[in-house]
Nanobody
Framework: QLQLVESGGKPVQPGESLTLSCAAP????????VAWFRQLPGKEREFVAA????????DYRGAMQGRVSISRDNARSAVDLRMNHLTPGDTGVYYC????????????????????WGQGTQVTVSL
């Protein structure tokens, strides 16, 4: 399994933006497909965004399309999730997941396909 570390979660106000980062301290991100999931209070873990290791093939949760973006920075060995126009409904724990099993254009959107997970980072959106 890969060790993943999320960072960037914090309390913010509605309408603000936030960037979360996922790093792999002991592994190169270069050939990893990476995804972000979140778990809202009382809900199942849900898909937010994914990126293949080519950096071009990405996917987003439909309801969040247009206000989230996922990007890779291979030099930092990190994958960022940028979220704009945050609402209280975005409050939850955000997790990154990764796999080295896929080709350069592929990713999973199902949580149970990923074997490596970070510990999660809390995002709280409130006044």
């Amino acid at each position: 399994q890969l060790q993943l570390v999320e960072s960037g979660g914090k309390p913010v106000q509605p309408g603000e933006s936030l960037t979360l980062s996922c790093a792999a301290p002991r592994h190169s991100f270069r050939h990893l497909a990476v995804a972000w999931f979140r778990q809202l209070p009382g809900k199942e873990r849900e898909f937010v965004a994914a990126a293949a290791w080519n950096g071009k093939d990405v996917d987003y949760r439909g309801a969040m399309q247009g206000r989230v973006s996922i990007s890779r920075d291979n030099a930092r060995s990190a994958v960022d999730l940028r979220m704009n126009h945050l609402t209280p409904g975005d409050t939850g724990v955000y997790y990154c997941a990764a796999t080295d099993e896929l080709g350069e254009t592929s990713y999973y959107v199902l949580a149970n396909k990923y074997k490596s997970w970070g510990q999660g980072t809390q995002v709280t959106v409130s006044l």
